[in-house]
C-alpha cells in the first residue's frame, strides 16, 4: 500500500483542577510533562493526532501553546 495513512490517539494527561492552569504551564517550554508528550508524539509522527485528556479553553490558546512551544521545537528525532 503505496503511503498509508498513519492514525494516532494520546492520552496526554494535560488536564488540570484549575481552569487556566494549563494556558500557564504551557507558557513556557519548561513544563517536563508537555516536554515528554510532544517528544513522544514526534517519535510516532503520525499524520492524523487525536490528543485526549487535554483541558478545552474557548479562545485554543492551550492547543496553540502546546503545538508553538512544544511539537513545533523539534527536539526529538
Known sequence: MPNPIRFAS??????RNEEGQLIQDLSTQQNEQAQTVAE???RVNPDVLLV???DFD???EAAELFQEKYL???KCC
Open 10 to 15: 494520546f492520552n496526554a494527561s494535560l488536564n
Open 40 to 42: 513522544i508524539i514526534q
Open 52 to 54: 485526549n485528556e487535554f
Open 58 to 60: 474557548s479562545e485554543g
Open 72 to 74: 513545533g521545537m523539534g
